[in-house]
T-cell receptor, first 112, second 111 residues
Framework: DGGITQSPKYLFRKEGQNVTLSCEQNLNHDAMYWYRQDPGQGLRLIYYSQIVNDFQKGDIAEGYSVSREKKESFPLTVTSAQKNPTAFYLC???????????FGDGTRLSIL | ELKVEQNPLFLSMQEGKNYTIYCNYSTTSDRLYWYRQDPGKSLESLFVLLSNGAVKQEGRLMASLDTKARLSTLHITAAVHDLSATYFCAVERGGSEKLVFGKGTKLTVNP
């Protein structure tokens, strides 16, 4: 079955530590996205990529970094510069314009 | 800057009743999406509305889009408990494929 796989499901970060969230898709979608969701809030865009080896900052990119070396993979690193990383992180992909974004099951990140 | 507002943010209704969720947005856009999220889960695409006057229906849910009024509605007919979830609308920013989400409407359907 085609879909988006995020791992791990739960992640704990220590102070000063960088952590990387994995996102893999086998839908052959060109565009991929990372969102952050805080309790009672909508989703906010962190980074997005419309093609391999290219990505753009979203609305809240500070303290995060990404790479897009392969079409199917779009990992997100939460750096120590992100002072409030506790949130639910969702990865999505889409075929392009006029198509809905398809979401993974999310990673819940907490601070130790 | 595109802003998306949903109301109500919380909705408690009885089974069998009808209700409408509203999604207003601040700048011109021709593409609007509705998603459903169950607690602790991911988002599931419900509807894609791509033009003025678009209407889509699936089961007890019907979505419409009025681009001139910058308004979309999600109408629930004869609600059942299984519809309990949080519903988000998302509006595309100026052909960019980037979405701006509303804060969501948490719907609880009581027996």
């Amino acid at each position: 079955d085609g879909g988006i796989t995020q791992s791990p499901k739960y992640l704990f970060r220590k102070e000063g530590q960088n952590v990387t969230l994995s996102c893999e898709q086998n839908l052959n979608h060109d565009a991929m996205y990372w969102y952050r969701q805080d309790p009672g809030q909508g989703l906010r865009l962190i980074y997005y990529s419309q093609i391999v080896n290219d990505f753009q900052k979203g609305d809240i990119a500070e303290g995060y970094s990404v790479s897009r070396e392969k079409k199917e993979s779009f990992p997100l690193t939460v750096t120590s510069a992100q002072k409030n990383p506790t949130a639910f992180y969702l990865c999505a992909s889409s075929l392009g314009a006029w198509e809905p974004q398809h979401f993974g099951d999310g990673t819940r990140l907490s601070i130790l | 800057e595109l802003k998306v507002e949903q109301n109500p943010l919380f909705l408690s209704m009885q089974e069998g009743k009808n209700y409408t969720i509203y999604c207003n947005y601040s700048t011109t856009s021709d593409r609007l999406y509705w998603y459903r999220q169950d607690p602790g889960k991911s988002l599931e695409s419900l509807f894609v509305l791509l033009s003025n006057g678009a209407v889509k229906q699936e089961g007890r849910l019907m979505a419409s889009l009025d681009t001139k009024a910058r308004l979309s509605t999600l109408h629930i007919t004869a609600a059942v408990h299984d519809l309990s979830a949080t519903y988000f609308c998302a509006v595309e920013r100026g052909g960019s494929e980037k979405l701006v989400f509303g804060k969501g409407t948490k719907l609880t359907v009581n027996p």
